[in-house]
């Protein structure tokens, strides 16, 4: 086998990610927890993402729009300005989050681009994965 490419999905592979987005989701659902219990509101918002996948893709813009729309349905569109502010807030708390590289990541990349053609290969949102990868060149 000649292997001249190696791709990398990028957000929790080289970077990490997730637990930004649970932390977020734990400030959404401690926001409405007077609407629904947790684990409805979890389910709810899972639901609404996975629709929303088509418009908006992957990555924390689509994150956030799917919890503001989301606390628009489960408030029957009785969400105050001010909630719809909170709810925003986390999401640019993540969209600011400085990258924090899995460890060993650094050095697997170094040993490998001598060798290969090394791609970020993702899902996720364009901008905000070509500003994370441009600020780790």
Not at 25 to 54: D, M, Q, S, V
Not at 59 to 69: A, H, Q, R, V
Request: with cysteine.
């Amino acid at each position: 086998m000649n292997v001249k490419v190696i791709a990398f999905d990028a957000d929790d592979t080289l970077w990490v990610n997730e637990p930004y987005y649970r932390q977020s989701e734990e400030a959404f659902c401690t926001l409405l927890e007077e609407y629904l219990p947790r684990h409805e509101l979890e389910r709810e918002l899972l639901k609404i993402e996975i629709t929303n996948l088509g418009l908006y893709g992957y990555g924390i813009k689509g994150f956030i729009l799917s919890m503001i729309e989301t606390a628009m349905t489960v408030t029957n569109n009785m969400i105050s300005a001010n909630t719809i502010g909170e709810i925003i807030n986390p999401g640019k708390q993540m969209l600011n989050q400085p990258i924090e590289l899995l460890d060993g990541v650094e050095e697997v990349l170094k040993e490998l681009k001598s060798r290969y053609r090394l791609v970020v290969a993702t899902k996720g949102d364009l901008l905000d994965q070509s500003a994370n990868c441009v600020n780790q060149t």
